[in-house]
């Protein structure tokens, strides 16, 4: 049962890697392939980090966690660079998650100012400011470190191995700023996006109502009968969609904030009781675990913050369509059907007036629900107005 644990264990060790290798390249190509796609400058960081960390960090993270590697060992420099690979790459993907939330909560509620601040020079800023804060970290985390030649086991390589006081405060800082302040902004920022779009479904549900009323009354029964019918029909059909679009939300919010959570909250808060608590060491199999919890981040960010994206996906499928050679009408119906089910949550928000619309040109294609298609959505409610100067 060990030897079938111990294998289980590393299979998925190496499937995990394998996953944050294929699909944050996926990812990363798609957007640097397509001119439109380079405005998603910090997914793209993301991807490069991820990528990275499937590069080097896991699989030295699979030689210190299996046991078919005991026999390994690690001199004092080879140990302090896998602390500082560990303690880096975490700390730009955690920061990274961070400021696209900030980015975007600022594209859906300050449409304007966005447009006008998000420039290239801002994006690089925060990407050097995301890799200055993390070596900044890093360098924290190893000081005092013994000098010599020693050596030590790859499983028993954390940043433990090197005792002192200095590493209660590191693990201390290290949690606060890559977990407590990261999830804070996390929470606050979706559920101010969530609140823009429960105001845009209520809106939304009643504009085509208004909008369907004739402008000119007659006392006719035959008139009335038109205001009557043109204003109940459109509510049952409405009503499902506004209830799907409101649900499509709220289970965004929850699996972007749950994913989060779920991958780096047993990581940190096992470091932090191992550090607080008194004659506790790390180590051993409860670290690993927790580790490769928090490592399972990295190939779930390319879907999350990626390929849950409309436009990516549909740029994807493009390239899938240029090697299959598939038909242009086939691809669209496909790509518009799996974007009404899929739509990530900013897609949801720009694009929830117009989902009955572009569903019902798949389903009959007609010149009148290509017209339709061309208007312009409604802005969405609750933005914040912005200056004109």
Not at 48 to 74: E, K, Q, T
Not at 252 to 275: D, M
Not at 277 to 291: A, I, R, S
Not at 325 to 353: D, H, I, K, M, Y
Request: one cysteine or more; proline letters at 5%.
């Amino acid at each position: 049962q060990s030897i079938a644990q111990e294998v289980m264990g590393l299979l998925c060790m190496i499937l995990l890697t394998l996953t944050a290798l294929v699909a944050n390249t996926v990812v990363m190509v798609v957007i640097l392939k397509t001119a439109l796609l380079r405005k998603f400058i910090f997914v793209c960081h993301l991807c490069v980090v991820d990528l990275l960390s499937a590069i080097f960090l896991m699989p030295l993270g699979i030689i210190s966690s299996s046991s078919c590697f005991n026999r390994v060992i690690y001199s004092i420099a080879e140990c302090q660079a896998l602390i500082f690979l560990n303690v880096c790459f975490i700390s730009a993907s955690i920061l990274t998650i961070s400021i696209i939330s900030v980015e975007r909560y600022y594209y859906i509620v300050h449409p304007m100012r966005y447009e006008v601040k998000m420039t290239i020079r801002l994006a690089v800023a925060g990407v050097i400011f995301i890799w200055v804060k993390s070596v900044l970290l890093t360098v924290l985390a190893l000081v005092g470190w013994p000098q010599g030649n020693g050596a030590t086991s790859a499983s028993r390589c954390t940043v433990y191995w090197s005792p002192g006081a200095h590493k209660k405060v590191f693990v201390i800082i290290f949690s606060i700023v890559c977990f407590v302040l990261p999830t804070i902004i996390i929470f606050a920022v979706y559920c101010s996006v969530y609140r823009v779009a429960r105001m845009a479904s209520l809106q939304h549900a009643s504009v085509p109502a208004q909008a369907a009323a004739p402008r000119h009354r007659s006392n006719s029964v035959a008139s009335q009968m038109t205001i009557i019918t043109t204003r109940n029909l459109p509510l049952p059909r409405l009503m499902p969609e506004r209830f799907l679009g409101s649900n499509k939300a709220i289970l965004t919010l929850v699996l972007i904030v749950g994913q989060f959570l779920c991958c780096w909250l047993p990581f940190f808060a096992f470091h932090l009781h191992s550090s607080v608590t008194t004659g506790t060491v790390g180590g051993g199999h409860g670290e690993m675990v927790v580790t490769w919890i928090a490592y399972s981040s990295f190939a779930i960010n390319p879907f999350f913050y990626g390929l849950l994206n409309r436009q990516i996906r549909e740029e994807l499928a493009r390239l899938r369509r240029g090697c299959l050679n598939r038909p242009l009408g086939q691809e669209l119906c496909l790509s518009v059907s799996e974007a009404s089910v899929q739509e990530n949550f900013l897609q949801f928000l720009q694009r929830a007036t117009s989902t009955l619309e572009t569903h019902a040109s798949c389903i009959s294609p007609s010149p009148r629900n290509r017209l339709d298609q061309t208007k312009v959505a409604f802005p969405i409610p609750g933005q914040v107005p912005e200056e004109s100067s």
